[in-house]
């Protein structure tokens, strides 16, 4: 397994392109199953969460070609409607082509996500979309056996709490449903208008996403179109960040000031400096410090779980003490014993993190847990002390394109090393 070396305490200079969402460009992805002309995607990130869900479409039969960003599929016929647990049990999302296939072909068959028991509350809120649909679905043997005997139908579905996978699945599903689908307490994430958005290019009839209540009136038949993956806002928050924990001055080229919600008046009050400019955000920070700032997480436009290990690393250098509250998942502090390894004052207590900034953190060996944590790893080793080795890069690969390469050509010292870790 692959390890990052990072010297840390140069300051970032020059320009960052930010990529398209990943949280969007696997959603999308799910959209070819609904027709069987061309979907072509611009603006795709290569990473490992892409070809994973690639993997998976292929084998439903989906004809693929990715080339620069531009990522061509055809679902012309679906020749498999079972999608095993080995391709889904890693990436939640792969989970979304459970009521595509269910749409298209009547029947679907799909394991339960991310080795979750069976009957598990992380796909509850998705299922009961489905049902509400017309979904016959049975669980068994860690799948999800479903059928619709007489085809999928509207309905009302009111989300008891916000889910933004539950949304785009019920969504993408309700495209192909007859008659209206109308979602209450939806999500409003970007990457649901984003979703919508390629969807309409196709031929669907939705109204309201990016908004709490959303229409859609099903339509026989979806067609091909071209869409672009809208800029990924969690790859932006974190070099925002990573500047507030260096200093210096970066460009992020294609990034956009509305996607960051909350986190944008958040990262001001903390110190720094966002600049919109033509075709990107110039980001600066204020003071040689940054400020200490009490976050909760919260669903769009409130602050982003997926920004919240990021945010702890910038604050544990921050002047004052910062109070975290992670309210959207409820084991999501894993990166601060690894960032308490460098130095960090943190202590846990429940859902809330309370750091003290120190002045400075020292580079250690470390562990990346997840993600957003592993960026967070990254984020402290770039301000710390000397050298901080990050162990199972596995994870930052799934969702930071080319990192390294972006980092060092903004002046930090930041490699791979291959092999074991
Ligand atoms: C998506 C994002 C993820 C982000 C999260 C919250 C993708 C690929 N992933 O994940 O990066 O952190 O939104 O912004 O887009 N829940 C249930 N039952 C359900 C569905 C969800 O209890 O049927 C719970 C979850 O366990 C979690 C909360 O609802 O506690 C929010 O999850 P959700 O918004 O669905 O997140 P994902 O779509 O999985």
């Known amino acids: 397994m692959d390890r990052l070396a990072i010297i840390g305490g140069r300051p970032l200079f020059g320009e960052a392109p930010i990529s398209g969402a990943k949280n969007s460009a696997l959603k999308v992805m799910v959209a070819s199953l609904l027709t069987d002309e061309t979907l072509t995607l611009s603006n795709v990130p290569r990473l490992a969460d892409v070809d994973m869900l690639m993997r998976l479409l292929a084998q ?23 999608a095993p647990y080995d391709l889904v049990r890693k990436m939640r999302a792969t989970f979304n082509v459970l009521g595509p296939l269910l749409a298209r072909e009547g029947k679907a068959k799909v394991s339960l996500p991310g080795g979750c028991a069976i009957g598990a509350r992380p796909v509850d809120l998705h299922l009961k979309a489905l049902r509400a649909m017309g979904a016959v679905i049975e669980l068994d043997e860690g799948y999800v056996l479903a059928e619709a005997p007489d085809g999928l139908h509207g309905a009302n579905i009111s989300f008891p709490f916000v889910s933004v996978g539950a949304t785009e699945h019920a969504i993408l599903t309700a495209t192909l449903a007859k008659g209206e689908t109308v979602l209450s307490n939806a999500a409003r994430e ?82 720094l400096e966002i600049i919109e400019e033509d075709n990107g955000l110039r980001v600066k920070r204020g003071g040689e410090r940054c400020q200490a700032i009490d976050i909760v997480t919260q669903p769009f436009p409130g ?26 998942f409820e084991n999501r502090f894993m990166h601060a014993p690894e960032l308490a390894r ?22 250690a060996p470390v562990m990346a847990t997840d993600l957003r944590a592993s960026m967070s790893l990254v984020i402290a080793g770039l301000g710390a002390e000397g050298q901080t080795i990050i162990n199972r890069v596995y994870h930052l690969d799934r969702g930071f394109e080319r990192l390294e390469e972006k980092l060092s050509a903004c002046g930090a010292l930041i490699e791979r090393i291959k092999g074991e870790g």
């Open 342 to 363: 460098m130095g960090a004052k943190i202590s846990v207590d429940g859902q809330t993190a309370t750091v003290r900034g120190v002045s400075r953190l020292k580079g």
């Open 303 to 328: 602050f982003p779980t997926d920004l919240q290990a990021q945010f702890m690393a910038m604050m544990a250098t921050s002047e004052g003490v910062s109070g975290i509250k992670e309210l959207i």
């Open 60 to 82: 439903h039969g989906v004809e693929q070609s990715f080339d620069n960003g531009a990522l061509t599929l055809r679902a012309r016929n679906i020749t498999s409607t079972e």
């Open 190 to 271: 970007p990457e649901i208008a984003d979703l919508a958005d390629c969807l309409i290019a196709m031929g669907a009839k939705i109204e309201g996403a990016g908004h709490s209540t959303i229409r859609i009136e099903g339509v026989e038949r979806l067609h091909g179109a071209h869409h672009e993956i809208l800029p990924d806002r969690i790859e932006t928050g974190a070099y925002v960040m990573a500047v507030g924990v260096t200093g210096g001055e970066l460009f992020l080229k294609n990034a956009r000031l509305e996607l960051l919600g909350a986190a944008a008046s958040v990262l001001a009050d903390a110190g």
